[in-house]
């Protein structure tokens, strides 16, 4: 019997040149993406379109209708495209006195497991050929350019901006990549392998370069055996001594005899935060069936957040793309609570 989830290869069949792209194992995120285009044209015609006066109507008003539809009809058009819940998609329409052109602004929002760009890009170019259809009639000698992706974020890609630039307006909306900016930060790899030197420690350098790529300041880092004392006083001592904002603790958090982390975070917290691993594991069944073994925890000792990760590099980059949308913001809210 093949098993669960297992990809059904039919016999002698040649394979095809194209694949729709199997995204069932990725974890939905909200997906936003902004495109724009420009439509170029004569004076005339760029008055016309200015003033709404044009034979066939408003043109800006129904290129605002036609982007939306098009951003919709996305999966039609283009073959490979998955079909997405759209949550919001929005046209804004710049005219440029200078050039005698319209550009043509496109944002795509979706709750989705792939990303909204072609559906932003597709609004851009359905909105343009309609005020070119609507426009023509004035002015034949019109030209659309400059179509392009300025913003994606959301999935593993984090935010994606534009290289060659973007507007001010439009920068000023972006979340910061850098979520941890001005947080101090520690972390502690729980490993009686990597302890003793049989192993090479390699979850320590993933959390290191996850929180230099967030922004925060390291205030310390060790290795050390999955022992209950070892644990609680390492735990407390980085936290009395550094009082950082957040503590990453990560391994033992596994139904191993000797996987013990979670105990020790529940005896040395002044409060657990038991929805916070409630979260991991509930996003983390995108990754793997089995997420529901593993024991991953949050407390408090005094004001530091301290989150009990599993040990495996993989597992510690799939739980910090489930957390890092809203980690800043809750140690945030955690500083207005009333700490010292």
């Known amino acids: 019997m ?13 394979e095809s040149h194209f694949k729709m792209i199997d995204v069932g194992r990725k974890r939905p995120t909200r997906r936003r993406a ?3 285009g420009t439509i170029f044209m004569g004076r005339e015609a760029f008055e016309c379109v200015k003033a709404g006066t044009l034979p066939k109507g408003d043109v800006l008003a ?11 009809k996305t999966p039609d058009m283009i073959p490979m ?24 602004y496109c944002q795509a929002v979706a709750f989705a497991k792939t990303g909204v760009e072609m559906e932003a890009l597709a609004g851009v170019n359905n909105a343009l050929l309609t005020i070119w259809d609507l426009t023509k009639g004035v002015d034949p000698d019109l030209r659309i350019g400059d179509v392009t992706l300025l913003v994606k974020t959301g999935g593993k890609s984090g935010v994606w901006i534009n290289p060659n630039g973007i507007p ?8 910061d990549p850098r979520s941890l900016r001005g947080k101090t930060a520690a972390y502690i790899v729980i490993s009686d392998r990597a302890t003793k ?28 055996p999955d022992d209950e004392k070892a644990i609680a006083d390492n735990i407390l001592s980085i936290c009395k001594k550094h009082k950082p904002d957040l503590l990453f603790a990560s391994g033992g958090t596994g139904p191993g005899p000797r996987d013990v982390t979670p105990e020790v975070l529940e005896q040395v917290s002044d409060r657990m935060l038991e929805g916070l691993g409630d979260v991991l594991r509930a996003e983390s ?3 793997t069936d089995t997420a529901w073994l593993s024991r991953m925890s949050a407390g408090m000792v005094g004001a530091t957040l301290v989150i009990a990760f599993p040990g495996s590099p993989k597992a510690v980059k799939e739980c910090w793309d489930i957390l890092e949308p809203f980690l800043g913001d809750a140690l945030d809210k955690i500083a207005g609570q009333g700490f010292k």
């Open 2 to 14: 093949a098993k669960q989830d297992s990809v059904i290869k039919f016999p002698s069949a040649k």
């Open 34 to 36: 902004v495109a724009v």
């Open 62 to 72: 129904l290129a605002e209708a036609a982007g939306i539809n098009g951003a919709k």
């Open 81 to 104: 495209c998955h079909t997405l819940p759209l949550d919001q998609v929005t046209i804004h329409c710049a005219l440029n006195e200078a050039e005698n052109s319209v550009s043509v």
């Open 168 to 175: 001010d307006w439009l920068e000023a909306q972006i979340p």
């Open 197 to 224: 030197g049989e192993y090479e420690d390699k979850t320590g350098p993933v959390l290191q370069d996850i929180l230099q790529n967030a922004g925060a300041d390291i205030a310390d880092h060790k290795v050390i």
């Open 285 to 287: 069944i995108h990754f």
